[in-house]
C-alpha cells in the first residue's frame, strides 16, 4: 500500500499570517491536530501542531524564567521561549522544516520517518503543493481492516480514486475524512460537520461502481463559535 491509498485528501490548512487563536480554533472545529501552513502559491512553508500551541500565555501555561529548569537555558532558547507562548501570527510558531512523502511513498518508509522524526503525522506533497496527509490514525485505520488472507487488491485503488474524483467538487468534500477500500468494501473515517454531510459522504460511496458495501464510522466534528 502507498499513502495515496490511505491519506486524506481534504486536507484543511491555514496561512502564514493567520492569528494563532484562528488556527486554534481550525484544529478543534475539524478535530485535526495539525495544519499544513501554505503560501499564497499554495506552496507548503510549515505546519503547525497542537504540540506548538499548549504553552501559551492566554492560557497561563507559557513558561516563567524563575523556573530552575529555565534558569539553565540560553538566552536564544529563552527567547525563542517567548515567541512561541506570545506570538499571533502561526508564522512564528509553525515548524519550517516539514517531513514530506510523495503520493507514491509506500506506507512502511511513512512510518519510518514518522519514528525517525518523531512525528505524528506526515504531509503528501505533489511537487510543492499539498495533495493530502498520513496521520497515525490513518495507519490504524488501516490495521483494523488488515485481513492475512487477503491481500491488497490493485482494483481498490481505482475504486478510491474513483470515489475521490466523485466529489471532489462538492463543497463538503473538504472535511476531514478519508475513504479505505479494501476488498470492494469501503469503510469511512475522519469528521464531517452534520448529518447530512454525514449521509452525503455514504451515499456517495454507495453510489461508487464497484464498492460493493459501505462501513460508516465519520464522526460529527463539534461546532464552536466563529471567531
Sequence with gaps: MQARDVMVCSVISVGPDIPVQIAANAMVRNCVSALPVIDIYAKLVGIVSEGDLIRRVEIGTDRHPSGVGEALMS????????????????????????VTAQPETPLPEIVNLMEKHNIKRVPIVQGEQV???????????????????TDWVESDRALHQRFVESIKNQPWASRP?????KDRRADLWGFVHSVDEKTAVRVAAEATPGIESVSD???????GSET
Design 131 to 149: 495533495v493530502g496527509i498520513v496521520s497515525r490514525a490513518n495507519l490504524l485505520q488501516v490495521l483494523a481492516r488488515a485481513n492475512d488472507d
Design 177 to 181: 475524512f478519508n475513504i479505505i477500500v
Design 75 to 98: 538566552s536564544d532558547a529563552l527567547a525563542a521561549d517567548f515567541v512561541r507562548s506570545h506570538a499571533k501570527r502561526v508564522s512564528d510558531v509553525m515548524t519550517r522544516e516539514v
Design 217 to 223: 464510522h465519520l464522526g460529527i466534528a463539534p461546532q
